[in-house]
């Protein structure tokens, strides 16, 4: 019996294929990994390949536990340009957060927009989510202008508790226009 709450495994938009990530896609997790233009943006620091197969994991066993989760898309050459996807937010008790990463030879496309938007799609249209938030850091200004153009509002600047500061954002059903 197919479960109504879960995201579909592929997902399309105007210019990419979102496929749900799997264990095949590790040498693309290696790769995004460890470049320092993507990590400064993200966890501050590459990852070890370790870090990385374990990361990997946990997003398979997402989808598996919540029916929610990272897609890895590509391009019509079929080359990978990045991921993004819905999940339960380690943040935000509660929330579902939507996340993105471009690698850097496909930046300033409007891509990672793109990618948000079919992700919100999938989450108000077919999960039919009432609130989706997005987390950056308050310098990251580009994906701040992605939260922005996708309808996302700014709620509020926070400090975790090892003292990093983030952003929110937000956008509600009701706010949401595909």
């Known amino acids: 019996m197919e479960d109504r709450t879960a995201a579909p495994d592929t997902i399309a938009t105007r210019r990419l ?7 095949g896609y590790l040498g693309y997790l ?5 470049d320092i233009r993507i990590a400064q943006w993200l966890s501050g620091d590459v990852q ?3 870090q990385s197969r374990a990361r990997l994991g946990r997003w398979v066993r997402m989808w598996e536990e919540t029916g929610k989760g990272f897609w890895i898309f590509q391009d019509s050459d079929r080359c990978i340009v990045g991921h ?19 690698k850097p030879a496909h930046w300033r496309r409007g891509l990672a927009t793109e990618i948000t938007m079919a992700a919100l799609k999938v989450g108000f249209e077919s999960l039919d989510l009432q609130r989706i938030i997005a987390i950056a850091q308050p310098t990251n200004t580009a994906s701040r202008r992605v939260m922005e153009k996708c309808g996302m509002i700014f709620e509020s600047e926070n400090l975790s508790s090892n003292g990093l500061a983030s952003v929110r954002y937000a956008i509600d059903k009701e706010m949401w226009h595909s």
């Open 17 to 23: 294929t979102g496929y749900r990530v799997t264990a």
């Open 30 to 34: 290696l790769e995004v990994d460890r």
């Open 48 to 50: 070890s390949p370790e």
């Open 84 to 102: 993004g996807g819905l999940f339960d937010s380690p943040r935000e008790a509660g929330e579902v957060e939507v996340g993105y990463v471009i």
